[in-house]
């Protein structure tokens, strides 16, 4: 009798054992990797050291000048926890996620006619080995529509063939003197299994093409950026994206945001203001990321923008592919799981 059971045992064991460890992108796994840990933590230990410098060299009171400069009022909203200067350690590598497109265009606006609350988005970027402000970093981001669709992408959460030509909540800004530039946007949809995020990616050392697009350079940190919970539960409960039925994922249930807060020592949520009584007024959000300038890291794509329209990356799962160690891993798993059943 169980000589008769013992291939089923074998299959639904198996089963489980697949269903755990996939063969496929995982953004939640590959931020974990100890390697891209420890790389997190030098960093935040090299930015770490220069919080004096900042304050003696005057960098951030400029920082504090120029987003109320932005909002045009006094220094007080900057008093206040709402917009305090959070220093941002952007994890590499890890998070680029499935949904990046290459050769976006350098524009602050971004916005593309989509419906959604205002977003006005204030970066400030600081070079952790000299503790200086990083001028003339392009900083790209990139997030879903209030419908929780990626522009430029296809087959992701219902988007249509034609997305794949558009440039919707994309872009690229570059740094000033003091490491600051803006963007234009709306607060960012939701759709299963991810908290409401932006991605960011940082570009160094590049250079502008004639249509207004980069080539070249290095990618030195990748990230993504959250918002505190009560922000958006304020903001899914308006329109256009109460419209949007995907289930919720709160920050405290997303893998990748307890990952980074739970030793501490990376903080991803925007600081924020509302610019006015009611949220479709817009916010006003701003960040400061402390990277190494020095790294350098790959940044797989799901997409490309060229002059004749957007392309699509297909192969591009294979930059997720696991590696020889993580097969070897699963199989000495898998035979262990044999063995004992053989022993039962």
Same mark, same amino acid.
Request: hydrophobic content about 40%; glycine content about 8%.
């Given at each position: ?7 089923? &045992? ?38 770490? /050291?220069?919080?004096?410098? %900042? ?9 504090? %000048?120029?987003?109320? !400069? ?8 900057? +008093? ?13 590598? !890890? ?24 977003? *006005? &988005? ?11 402000? =990083? ?25 249509? %063939? ?20 803006? *963007?234009?946007? =709306? *607060? ?5 299994? /991810? +908290? ?5 990616? +940082? ?10 697009? %980069? ?11 959250? *918002? ?17 039925? +995907?289930? =919720? ?33 817009? =916010? ?17 794509? !799901?997409?490309? &923008? ?14 997720? &592919? ?14 262990? /799981? ?7």
């Amino acid at each position: 009798m169980l000589a008769s059971l013992l291939p089923l &045992l074998i299959a639904t064991w198996l089963v489980g054992f697949c269903a755990a460890h996939p063969f496929e992108h995982d953004e939640i796994d590959r931020f974990q990797d100890s390697i891209v840990k420890k790389i997190t933590n030098n960093t935040n230990l090299k930015l770490s /050291r220069c919080s004096d410098h %900042l304050k003696k060299r005057g960098i951030q009171a400029r920082a504090e %000048l120029r987003r109320a !400069a932005l909002l045009n009022a006094d220094l007080d909203p900057f +008093a206040s926890s709402a917009l305090e200067e959070r220093s941002c350690v952007l994890t590499p590598e !890890a998070t680029i996620g499935p949904f990046w497109v290459r050769g976006e265009f350098i524009r602050s606006n971004i916005t593309d006619g989509e419906a959604g609350i205002p977003l *006005f &988005l204030d970066g400030h970027f600081i070079n952790v080995n000299t503790c200086e402000p =990083i001028e003339d970093l392009y900083w790209e981001i990139w997030s879903c529509n209030s419908a929780g669709q990626y522009s430029g992408v296809q087959e992701h959460h219902g988007s249509p %063939l034609s997305n794949l030509n558009t440039t919707f909540l994309r872009g690229l800004q570059k740094t000033d003197k003091d490491g600051s530039t803006q *963007f234009k946007t =709306i *607060f960012p949809g939701h759709y299963d299994g /991810r +908290a409401t995020h932006i991605h960011v990616l +940082a570009h160094v050392g590049a250079t502008v093409l004639p249509n207004n697009t %980069l080539t070249g350079g290095h990618v030195p940190h990748i990230s993504q950026l959250f *918002f505190e919970q009560d922000l958006i539960t304020a903001v899914e409960a308006t329109e256009p994206y109460r419209m949007n039925k +995907a289930h =919720i994922t709160l920050n405290s249930d997303d893998g990748i945001f307890t990952s980074a807060t739970g030793g501490g020592k990376y903080d991803p949520i925007l600081s924020y203001t509302m610019l006015g009584d009611k949220l479709s007024d817009g =916010i006003f959000a701003s960040v400061a990321m402390g990277i190494d300038v020095l790294a350098s890291y790959r940044a797989p794509y !799901a997409a490309e &923008l060229t002059d004749h329209g957007g392309v699509s990356h297909r192969n591009g799962w294979l930059e997720f &592919l696991p590696s020889y160690e993580q097969i070897f891993t699963w199989f000495q798993d898998v035979m262990y /799981r044999i063995w004992v059943l053989f022993l039962w």
